[in-house]
């Protein structure tokens, strides 16, 4: 029976190469990690394949120049960075591919208490219930919840001390956001007409 042979450790440094080379090669491992995962890759793991000092965020930049052009491209996205397919070629997928599974199936209600949860987090069933002027469903939470777009927050300070709740990673990944910062404002909802200008 054969011994596992260890992996052999990852040379960062690639003194043995040109610079030109070098980089190159930093940005193709890069590349490499990007393409493997499914979820956001943070700075600091990207890190851990170049050499020590090397900024992460140059050799990004070279690779969002290198890919320009092609189908894909990099976001930053919830504090990292990983692949996604460019919003024009969405058509195309939806025509060559059977993407239902992976299309949140949420209803326009459903988005509106996601991004009251949002704007407001942590917050409440009930405080949902007076922005919305009506009860949040149970099934309704259930639904965000198992899309992996809320998760359960501190409970609040007063009595019953009742669960909060608050967006996620996958949230800001699924909206193409890199902090809850991205958020657009009142104003620039306003400008797409998601809500009402308040008369003067």
């Keep these: 029976m054969a011994k596992d042979r260890p992996e052999p450790e990852l040379d960062c ?34 890190a851990r394949v170049v050499a020590q000092g090397v900024s992460v965020d140059l050799l990004i930049e070279d690779l969002v120049a290198d890919l ?29 591919v059977d993407v ?18 949002a704007y407001h987090q942590p917050i409440t069933r009930d405080s949902l219930k007076d922005i919305f002027g ?3 469903s149970r099934d309704l939470i259930g639904r965000l919840h198992a899309h992996g777009l809320i998760g359960t927050g501190p409970r609040a300070p007063r009595r019953g001390a009742p669960y909060t709740f608050v967006t996620t990673e996958q949230f ?17 909802l306003e400008d797409v007409g998601m809500v009402e200008t308040a008369a003067p």
Aim: glycine share 4%.
């Design 100 to 117: 239902s599974e992976q299309v949140l199936d949420l209803n326009e209600f459903d988005v509106a208490v996601l991004a009251a949860i």
């Design 172 to 188: 800001l990944v699924s909206f193409g956001l890199e902090t809850l910062a991205d958020l657009p404002d009142r104003e620039q």
């Design 13 to 46: 440094e690639l003194d043995d190469l040109p610079p030109e080379l070098r980089w190159r090669e930093w940005m193709r491992r890069i590349e490499a990690v990007l393409f493997a995962s499914a979820s956001p890759v943070p700075r600091e793991d990207l």
């Design 134 to 136: 009506k009860e949040i």
């Design 68 to 96: 320009e052009g092609r189908a894909f491209e990099i976001a930053e996205v919830s504090g990292g960075w990983m692949f996604r397919t460019r919003a024009v070629y969405a058509p195309a997928i939806r025509a060559a």
